[in-house]
């Protein structure tokens, strides 16, 4: 797209969607040690300032959103709890409008307390226990019979949900794999069931943002580092695709692959597209 052009687009912006990991912060495997990259805390005061809504959207499924909310504002982000989300918050949405009421969760708390203050009921991954869905997160602690409690409750007719499909996410010094795809695909070759993804980079994902942000999915902005997630994610809810360099992605990531999967703008990081903004600020 040129470059005019994605300026015009970005004028027209009036909502954003932030990943967290590699293009806000990075910190370790566990989310520990979180520290602000260059531009992070000064482009979410900018669109606070402006009275500009956003969402930060992390694949992450370790703590609750409310949780994470407070970890970000410990760093100074302004950000409060409604603004963050996590694959919970859009899985919320797509459970009940699927119409299920009880979720074997093969994950922690982090995504068990938005489900359970949903009014679902969220049930652990063992032996006789029951589910109409089955959920696959961030869970280090898998083992072989909560894989088969998983694949029993499949064959009993459950439907298999995952919060991400991203094999890996940034972490300080390269990346750390991500187990919702994992265990997934282990009940998928076992039972031979379908999938739905509900984190980044589903079409639900980013209504359930655009949804929060209260706009049109067309009139947002959604800004990250991972090529798999947020750019083809934009491009499936004809958002505006802004890549960073900061975390899994860079330049390199998007030679050769179809437009569709390109973003409309790539910069080092969100202090280069904070300029950016500044400068249509000034135009």
């Known amino acids: 797209m040129h470059k005019d052009i994605v300026r015009e687009r970005l004028a027209a912006v009036r909502g954003f969607v932030f990943d967290m990991d590699g293009t806000l912060v990075l910190g370790d495997r566990l989310s520990h040690g979180l520290r602000p990259l260059p531009g992070a805390l000064e482009i979410t005061r900018w669109a606070a300032g402006r009275g500009m809504p956003y969402v930060v959207f992390t694949n992450g499924t370790m703590r609750s959103p409310a949780h994470y909310a407070r970890v970000m504002r410990d760093l100074g982000f302004p950000l409060p709890d409604e603004a963050m989300m996590t694959p919970a918050s859009s899985a919320v949405r797509v459970l009940t409008r699927e119409g299920h009421k009880r979720v074997m969760l093969l994950g922690g708390e982090g995504v068990a307390e938005p489900l359970r203050q949903a009014g679902l009921e969220v049930v652990p991954p063992a032996a006789g226990t029951s589910a109409d869905a089955v959920l696959a997160a961030w869970f280090p602690e898998f083992t072989m019979p909560a894989l088969e409690a998983a694949c029993q409750a499949v064959w009993d007719g459950a439907e298999l949900y995952s919060c991400s499909q991203t094999p890996f996410f940034a972490v300080d010094g390269g990346r750390a794999i991500g187990t919702s795809r994992a265990i997934s695909a282990m009940i998928r070759s076992l039972t031979g069931c379908g999938l739905h993804v509900v984190g980044k980079p589903s079409l639900d994902a980013l209504r359930s943002a655009a949804y929060r942000i209260g706009l049109p999915a067309a009139r947002l902005a959604v800004v990250g580092d991972d090529p798999e997630l947020e750019v083809p994610m934009?491009?499936?809810?004809?958002?505006?695709?802004?890549?960073?360099?900061?975390?899994l992605g860079g330049s390199a990531s998007y030679e050769g692959v179809p437009a569709s999967r390109r973003p409309h703008l790539l910069v080092r990081g969100v202090d280069e597209l904070l300029e950016i903004l500044g400068e249509s600020d000034g135009a």
Do not use: D, E, S
């Open 234 to 247: 934009a491009h499936q809810g004809r958002a505006l695709a802004i890549a960073v360099g900061t975390g």
